[in-house]
């Protein structure tokens, strides 16, 4: 934030006009390689404690905080359309990953904070690789290993008589 202002205050002209100085070009985004899934964020959002790991009591104890906040009824479940306010608030949006049709383990159309807890704490697993106490920010990365663009994952098609690096010969079938 100084270096902005910095060079904010040495690209003022006398008349108090900013002068923006970029290639006229824009560069393609490097795509990226670490990805976090919003669920993974609101994991790591729950380490209260601030040591960079998000133990089982922490996240128990933030979804029941995250639950409460949203059950502004305290009728104890959620309807799907309170869900998605959920999910909106502390994943970002309303649509991410966890579903409500995920975590609704009775199909009742309401999720309880047990059907909830339940659910991160199937998470919790799954984001534990190292299998010790707690999930690091680490664990919570998602790599990808090749850039995706409009051709999909390998890159563009390949010419004729040729077969993608990664991918099935020409004319043959790849694995499903």
Same mark, same amino acid.
């Given at each position: 934030m100084i270096l902005l202002a910095l060079a904010l205050s040495l690209s003022l002209s006398q008349e108090g006009e900013v002068v923006v100085r970029a290639r006229n070009k824009g560069q393609p985004q490097v795509p990226a390689t670490m990805l976090v899934e919003p669920v993974a964020m609101f994991v790591a959002a729950c380490d209260a404690d601030g040591d960079g790991t998000t133990s089982s009591p922490e996240l128990d104890a933030c979804v029941a905080k995250s639950f409460v906040a949203i059950d502004t009824g305290n009728a104890g479940k #959620?309807?799907?359309?309170?869900?998605? !306010?959920?999910?909106?608030?502390?994943?970002?949006?309303?649509?991410? #990953?966890?579903?409500?049709?995920?975590? !609704?383990?009775?199909?009742?159309?309401?999720?309880?904070?047990e059907e909830l807890q339940r659910h991160f704490a199937k998470l919790y697993t799954r984001f534990n690789k190292d299998g010790q106490p707690g999930i690091s920010r680490a664990e919570l990365l998602t790599f990808r290993t090749a850039p995706i663009d409009k051709n999909g994952p390998a890159g563009p098609p390949p010419r004729k008589g040729e077969k993608r690096p990664d991918g099935p010969p020409p004319g043959g079938r790849g694995r499903r």
């Amino acid at each position: 934030m100084i270096l902005l202002a910095l060079a904010l205050s040495l690209s003022l002209s006398q008349e108090g006009e900013v002068v923006v100085r970029a290639r006229n070009k824009g560069q393609p985004q490097v795509p990226a390689t670490m990805l976090v899934e919003p669920v993974a964020m609101f994991v790591a959002a729950c380490d209260a404690d601030g040591d960079g790991t998000t133990s089982s009591p922490e996240l128990d104890a933030c979804v029941a905080k995250s639950f409460v906040a949203i059950d502004t009824g305290n009728a104890g479940k #959620l309807r799907y359309l309170a869900y998605a !306010d959920w999910a909106k608030r502390y994943l970002g949006d309303a649509n991410a #990953l966890p579903s409500p049709f995920e975590v !609704d383990r009775d199909n009742d159309d309401q999720i309880t904070l047990e059907e909830l807890q339940r659910h991160f704490a199937k998470l919790y697993t799954r984001f534990n690789k190292d299998g010790q106490p707690g999930i690091s920010r680490a664990e919570l990365l998602t790599f990808r290993t090749a850039p995706i663009d409009k051709n999909g994952p390998a890159g563009p098609p390949p010419r004729k008589g040729e077969k993608r690096p990664d991918g099935p010969p020409p004319g043959g079938r790849g694995r499903r």
